[in-house]
């Protein structure tokens, strides 16, 4: 069973930056791609970023390219997701996901585990 734990968010005020940390267990790491998404009020879960299990590839949601970052550290197994020049409509809950698939895709249900989410809140 791979875990995953997400930490970072919090209240920042617009054009602020956070980084987002998604710790897992999943061994050997190298072989997962981990991926970004998020929920906003009462919204759908969308897709962010992915990072493929090489570190190699990344995806992003095209509205965020530019603006937000993933990467990943294999020696602490842990993924980032760096949010600049943020927004109030970035306002929602961030879950990262595992999947054994080398693609960094931006498909929901490839996912096979979730963290628990942690919530980012951007004021005016």
């Known amino acids: 069973q791979v875990q995953l734990v997400e930490s970072g968010g919090g209240l920042v005020q617009a054009g602020g930056s956070l980084r987002l940390s998604c710790a897992t267990s999943a061994r050997p790491f190298a072989l997962y791609t981990t991926g970004w998404f998020r929920q906003p009020p009462g919204k759908a879960r969308e897709f962010v970023a992915a990072?493929?299990?090489?570190?190699?590839?990344?995806n992003y949601a095209d509205s965020l390219k530019g603006r937000f970052s993933i990467s990943r550290d294999v020696t602490n197994n842990t993924v980032y997701l760096q949010m600049n020049s943020l927004k109030v409509e970035d306002k929602a809950i961030y879950y990262c996901?595992?999947?054994?698939?080398?693609?960094?895709?931006?498909?929901?249900?490839?996912?096979?585990?979730w963290g628990q989410g942690t919530q980012v809140t951007v004021s005016s």
């Open positions: 996901g595992a999947t054994p698939g080398v693609t960094p895709t931006p498909r929901f249900d490839f996912y096979n585990y």
């Open positions: 990072i493929s299990w090489s570190g190699d590839g990344t």
